[in-house]
């Protein structure tokens, strides 16, 4: 039995300037962290005693005789991809819930590669599972995703990702003092707002408008906030310059598309502002998930009371990446 556990990612800004249809032309540029927040995914070999070939736990329950009569996406190309057709079940697990902006997907992928390639005494980098599954996410399953999710949850940290038009990435760690990750944690909010959406439905208007060149603008002035927000969380400035870029990056966001956003969230959002949030933003695509908030501690009380219709999600900055937590296989 193998056990992984991958962590779940904040993108800051950028976001959006990550996918293929942007880079490939532009290059682009994305600021994120891998938090305290996890998938946990266990592969497990069956008892010969059973009368299926694999089984898949999630929301659902999966037991089937064949690799294709697997409807999870993503269990089932990562066993094919790492050649496992029978003989194993596959469990798994997240501390958040999914389709809320987190990269959960991504997390999970990358949590079942690392463990297929342990079970199996393979050896790969965080950036080649990175790679793996970027290549299963985009090329096999065909899911509107990005390419920072994968590189955060493989690598941990908080990164600076530079996308290159030949398709390298280059993912580096950013040099941040323990006590000034320390200050920007207590100044962000986490709170979530119950709506749950694909990624696929609310980017399917903003990739068709960025291949036609209509986001372009958008995203290039998406792409120079993360430049600015290094600058500001390397040096000894006041943070608070931090919360407003996130707030000039949300505004250009909700021009990528009519489903960024909604009335419900933009009244949410309005309202903490108010309340004296400096800025922030919907994390993911868009349209529901996770709302997250940059927020002076002497103003945190107040923004929580205007917004005590959504629970919050505490969360610390993880320095690790997917890591295998139990191994007690024999190689495949």
């Given at each position: ?89 596959v469990y798994y ?95 962000l909010l986490l ?142």
């Amino acid at each position: 039995m193998v056990i992984t556990q991958t962590p779940l990612r904040i993108s800051f800004l950028g976001g959006g300037t990550d996918y293929p249809e942007y880079f490939r032309q532009h290059g682009g540029a994305t600021l994120a962290s891998a938090i305290n927040k996890y998938s946990t995914v266990t592969v497990h070999p069956l008892t010969q005693f059973v009368e299926y070939t694999l089984r898949v736990h999630y929301s659902q329950l999966e037991s089937v005789d064949a690799l294709d009569r697997i409807e999870h996406s993503g269990a089932r190309e990562c066993l094919r991809f790492c050649g496992v057709e029978s003989g194993f079940e596959v469990y798994y697990a997240a501390d958040l819930p999914a389709r809320t902006g987190l990269g959960s997907s991504s997390s999970a992928v990358v949590g079942l590669l690392h463990a297929l390639h342990t079970m199996k005494g393979e050896g790969l980098s965080a950036a080649e599972l990175a790679e793996e599954a970027i290549h299963i996410e985009r090329d096999v399953i065909q899911d509107r995703v990005g390419s920072q999710d994968q590189y955060i949850c493989a690598l941990g940290g908080f990164r600076h990702l530079q996308f290159s038009p030949d398709g390298s990435v280059r993912a580096t760690a950013l040099d941040i003092s323990s006590a000034r990750l320390a200050s920007l944690e207590e100044r962000l909010l986490l709170l979530y707002t119950g709506r749950q959406r694909t990624a696929h439905e609310v980017l399917e208007e903003q990739i068709e408008r960025t291949k036609t060149g209509q986001n372009n603008e958008i995203l290039s002035g998406m792409k120079d906030l993360v430049g600015q927000g290094i600058e500001i969380l390397t040096g000894t400035d006041d943070l608070s310059e931090f919360g407003q870029l996130l707030h000039e990056g949300w505004e250009l966001k909700r021009q990528l598309s009519s489903k960024v956003s909604t009335e419900w969230i933009d009244h949410h959002y309005l309202e903490a502002r108010r309340a004296g949030a400096v800025g922030g933003k919907i994390l993911g695509a868009g349209s529901g998930g996770f709302l997250l908030l940059f927020v002076e501690p002497h103003d945190r009380a107040r923004v929580k009371q205007a917004l005590a219709d959504l629970p919050e999600a505490p969360f610390s900055f993880e320095q690790k990446g997917t890591r295998v937590i139990l191994n007690n296989s024999r190689p495949a």
